[in-house]
């Protein structure tokens, strides 16, 4: 938007979060609440966004990074005293300044632009987002005249009971004309029940200097619903699940079923991809097109290709490329890479390891540390022993080669191309390619020993 800023507050402690951690750094949607309303504001089309720390502020700063301007607001006196902090970034400043909360994850980018538009088009000198809450109680009831103009708004602690049946709410939202904005925010007093500086107050002021305010409702009022308890982040939760299970859907995704799949704000879903209950993808996971995932899948941080096939798998910061069959009862740990038609059996565990195009992982084992090539089978039980107790070692496989059951490769050794390993064997010298190792004690058989060494009834 043209000359519009975003001011984001995010100074509040919420106490009933009960938490170390700031409000604002909890998580919805697989990000921060503070992070949510920083995207939904860029991606409304503002270019400029301060955000108001102060519970916590260092570490929100800490994570913001220089995504965004900060402002420190050391004693938490109200949302008018919140707003009067960022005065030294914007007095002088012409435009919109958009106020909007941090712990206010659900409102869309298009609200935040509908709202704005009208604003504009009205040249109000102010614009409140308003919405009609079945339950308003705890909220800023909008205060209106004969015309339906409105003309204040009164907090929870100030309304009389004919205020207080009014369910037309504030939800804490504005568009101010910065000219006008900064003069008003020092005659504001804090006689309240609250004791606070009301940014609300601003509201009766400016209609009682003859100034327009306009209201504009929100269309669904989940969109308006702040976050101070676990409850509520919660509820949160369910929306942005709900609204980007939609999502993926209207794109082309199917969801077997939606109540038992949680998918982040964050991910990304090909086309003609099944979800089967049970998933869960997280963070910066992106999945391409005809794959099916689940039932029982986690994956977060995973880059996935086309076409795979995953079930009760947990995968995390690792790629997958394509045509792929993985599971049931496999674990992709951090820095591996799964090649091109890689099957990957049951109890499976992978960690920091390339496992080439065409390998066969069929069950039972433990692959860490290792590079193994294309068209590769490991038998049933074999481990890289990749650990001497004090560092770690890599295993390396070359194309072609074939691992019997129950053996144990110690790092750091290699095995050739085409070479064979003998069920069994625990290998510590290199295998040479085409050569058969085997390293194992030789077979004994004692005669007799049965009879000889046990009780008789």
Known sequence: MKDTIALILAAGKGTRMKSKVPKVLHRVGGIPMVEQVLRTVKAAGMQRQIVVVGFGGEAVQ???GDRAETVMQTEQLGTG????????????????????????????????????????KSHAAATVLTTHMPDPTGYGRVMRDDAGRVIKIVEQKDGSPAELAVNEVNAGIYCFDMELLW????????????????????????????????????????????????????????????????ELMTEGVSVIDPDNTYVDTTVFVGCDTVLYPGTILEGDTHIGEDCQIGPYVRMTNVKMGNGNHLQFTYAHDCEIKNGCEVGPFVHF?????????????????????????????????????????????????????????????????????????????????????YAYVGAG???????????????????????????????KK
């Not at 007095?91 to 869309?108: E, F, I, S, W």
């Not at 951090?334 to 496992?355: A, F, Q, R």
């Open 425 to 455: 064997s625990t290998v510590t010298k290199d295998v040479p390619a085409g050569a058969l190792a085997v390293g194992r004690a030789k077979q004994r058989n004692i005669e007799g020993w049965v009879k000889d060494n046990t009780y």
């Open 81 to 120: 005293h919140a707003v009067l902090q960022a005065e030294t970034l914007l007095r002088g400043a012409a435009g919109t300044l958009l106020v909007t909360c941090g712990d206010t994850p659900l409102v869309t980018k298009d609200t935040f632009r509908y709202m704005l538009e009208q604003h504009e």
């Open 333 to 417: 740990r951090p820095d591996t890479t799964i090649g091109n038609h890689v099957k990957v059996g049951n109890y499976m565990e992978v960690k920091n390891s390339i496992i080439g195009d065409g390998t066969k992982l069929p069950h039972l084992s433990y692959i860490g540390d290792s590079d193994v090539g294309s068209c590769v089978n490991i038998g049933c039980g074999t481990i890289t022993v990749n650990y001497d107790g004090k560092n770690k070692h890599r295993t390396a496989i070359a194309d072609h080669a074939f691992v019997g059951c129950n053996s144990n490769l110690v790092a750091p050794v290699s095995v050739g191309k």
């Open 183 to 246: 003069d008003m925010l020092h005659r504001i007093t804090n006689t309240n029940a609250q004791g606070e500086y009301y940014l609300t107050d601003i509201i009766g002021m400016l209609v009682s200097a003859g100034k327009l305010v306009s209201a504009f409702a929100a269309p669904d009022y989940k969109e308006t619903l702040g976050v101070n308890s676990r409850q509520q982040m919660a509820e949160a939760e369910q929306v942005l699940r709900c609204r980007k299970l939609n």
């Open 62 to 64: 800490e994570y913001l």
